[in-house]
């Protein structure tokens, strides 16, 4: 009889050691990864088990809305932050309604290592998965519009879809052929090309197209200093020729340091009458290069060089009718101090440098030329 007892009591155990690992590495592992989703091949085994477990004990915690019809609040993350600290006031300020629940849902699917440094836009009305998922999404609530340098308003246009704006290029492109107020030493009739002031916009996502143009002449503006007017001025130009001399030399002036010197050239024609003969100027009138996939053609053709349009400066002297690009701060002091030379003629070196060699006669400007 004793020894009937002691195998059944060996029996129990086996079962329930058995039910037991079956409970632990077999029903909660699935049961988890059915309801929230496969876990992170990061985790070992004895985590994968340990999560499942922490998971399935939250119940409706983490898949039912905190507040329902609650409101959106903003909530930022900062770069490196951890996701402790994120889970921590996540809760502090009311938006999850346990802290362990979303760190342990995030860290079980891998979430935590995609988590975006932001702003967002968040409500109570939704579950921790919701809110987990949310922040994989990077749809913070500012929009980041880069302008770089040399762009000319179609370039700048087409950046706008992956800028998180909402407005539509070719609106941009019309609202921009109106100046905003703020650019009143323009004429009435001139549009934005060549003030979209280079740099970085942090900016609401709802903002309009009229918005951030006012934004960026606004940027510009606060750019223009007393000594840019100041330099402008000495070389007898008013801020939008100046402007569009500085947007040919921004074309031109791969090699940032020979600015002044490209800038000298121009000036230095412009002062005795002699055509400008710049290739940028052509290849803002040629506009969009569909072979090519470019605004700027290069090289230019025959028919290019030839066409008929006052922004052709082989064809046509002076200063074309306004700017071709955006200049950098470093292209319109260029052309304020430019300089002092005796040039009238500059080509690109035949070494793929990025520099120019430069001549005070045409007779040098050709002895220049590549062999």
């Not at 002062?271 to 400008?276: D, P, S």
Request: aromatic letters at 12%.
């Amino acid at each position: 009889m004793r020894r009937y007892q002691l195998h059944f009591i060996l029996a129990f155990i086996v079962l329930l050691a058995l039910a037991c690992i079956y409970l632990a590495f077999g029903y909660l592992p699935a049961r988890a990864s059915l309801l929230y989703g496969p876990p992170a091949a990061s985790l070992s085994i004895s985590d994968r088990i340990e999560y499942s477990a922490r998971l399935l004990s939250y119940g409706e915690v983490l898949t039912a809305p905190y507040i329902p019809n609650a409101p959106e609040q903003r909530f930022r993350i900062e770069p490196g932050e951890s996701v402790y600290s994120i889970a921590t006031r996540l809760y502090d300020a009311g938006i999850v309604s346990n802290s362990q629940a979303f760190f342990d849902y995030v860290v079980y699917t891998g979430l935590d290592m995609t988590i975006q440094a932001g702003k967002y836009t968040l409500s109570p009305s939704l579950s921790i998965v919701d809110i987990a998922k949310a922040l994989q999404k990077f749809s913070p609530s500012d929009a980041t519009l880069v302008i770089l340098s040399g762009w000319r308003m179609e370039e700048i246009a087409a950046s706008l879809p992956t800028s998180g704006l909402s407005i539509d290029p070719q609106a941009f492109i019309s609202a921009a052929q109106t100046r905003p107020a703020v650019l009143d030493f323009l004429p009435p009739s001139a549009s934005m090309e060549g003030f979209f002031y280079p740099d970085t916009y942090t900016l609401p996502r709802e903002t309009t197209a009229e918005q951030v143009l006012d934004i960026i002449a606004r940027n510009f503006v606060q750019h223009l200093t007393e000594d840019l007017k100041n330099g402008f001025a000495s070389q007898g130009l008013d801020i939008q020729q100046a402007v569009t001399v500085a947007s040919i030399v921004e074309r031109e002036a791969i090699r940032p340091e020979e600015a002044p010197l490209i800038a000298s050239v121009y000036l230095n024609r412009l002062a005795i009458g002699m055509k400008l003969d710049a290739d940028p100027t052509v290849q803002y009138a040629v506009g969009f290069n569909p072979a090519q996939n470019t605004w700027w053609t290069n090289p230019l053709s025959t028919p290019d060089l030839d066409l008929d349009s006052p922004f052709n400066t082989y064809n046509y002297s002076g200063l074309p009718p306004a700017p071709i690009s955006n200049p950098s701060y470093e292209s319109m002091y260029a052309v304020a101090y430019p300089a002092s030379t005796p040039y009238y003629y500059f080509r690109a070196k035949c070494d793929n440098s990025g520099f120019h060699l430069f001549a005070a006669t045409l007779e040098e400007q050709i002895a220049n030329g590549c062999e």
